[in-house]
């Protein structure tokens, strides 16, 4: 098993739509999680830290499940510039040696 | 302007000519690492540091070298490249090694052996 597994899509969605990706990790110790995203084989850049209780920023908004251990991305308002591959990643040990997920692929049509 | 810069970005060469991919950093960070990037196997890490001279394996370490000999520099050696190493290549910073911390990419080395 993967330590760290997302569906690789692609996801098409129409502009204004809501998505969500899932994100399942296999270290339970795991500390810090992350989203980045990576646009057409250029430099992943952080989208979001993803914290215990939940954050939101913006239109984005990331959530933490220890107990069953998955995070998520929430899209809201879907915008062209969206498009894009969203990278999990997981600090499992806390020592800044991330594991990176796959990848979920999103395209937003018009 | 905080940045990660790596050089050469694209390269072409042959089975067994030694190489050097420099990375170089400019915020003063103390962790520094290496991926590589392949079609459907995602970022996987080659080597990282936490400090200058400190220096440890990733996940797929082999084939590869490194150095941390000041903090701003981390190049990445292929003391003879093969065409699996073939790859998307990406220098990291952080200012610690601390998990909570952003990596800060550089724009990536395409590398290609034939």
């Known amino acids: 098993r993967k330590e760290v597994e997302q569906d690789p899509g692609p996801f098409n969605v129409p502009e204004g739509a809501t998505v969500a990706f899932n994100c399942t990790y296999s270290?339970?110790?795991?500390?810090?999680f992350f989203w980045y995203r990576q646009d057409c084989r250029k430099e992943p850049k952080l989208l979001m830290s993803?914290?215990?209780s939940g954050n939101e920023d913006g239109r984005f908004t990331a959530q933490l499940n220890r107990a069953s251990q998955y995070i998520s991305l929430l899209i809201r308002d879907s915008k062209l510039s969206d498009s894009a591959t969203y990278l999990c990643v997981v600090n499992p040990r806390n020592t800044g040696k991330l594991i990176f997920g796959q990848g979920t692929t999103l395209q937003v049509k018009p | 302007e905080a940045q990660v810069t790596q050089n050469p970005r694209y390269l072409i060469t042959v089975t067994g000519k030694k190489l050097t991919v420099t990375c170089s950093q400019n915020?003063?960070?103390?962790?520094m690492s290496w991926y590589r990037q392949d079609p459907g196997l995602g970022l996987r890490q080659i080597y990282y540091s936490m400090n200058v001279e400190v220096t440890d394996k990733g996940d797929v370490p082999e084939g590869y070298k490194v150095s941390r000999k000041e903090k701003r520099n981390f190049p990445l050696i292929l003391e003879s490249p093969s065409p699996n190493q073939t790859s998307l290549y990406f220098c990291a910073s952080s200012l610690s090694s601390e998990g909570a911390y952003e990596q800060y990419f550089g724009p990536g080395t395409r590398l290609t052996v034939t």
């Open positions: 993803v914290y215990s």
């Open positions: 915020m003063n960070h103390e962790y």
């Open positions: 270290n339970s110790a795991s500390q810090s």
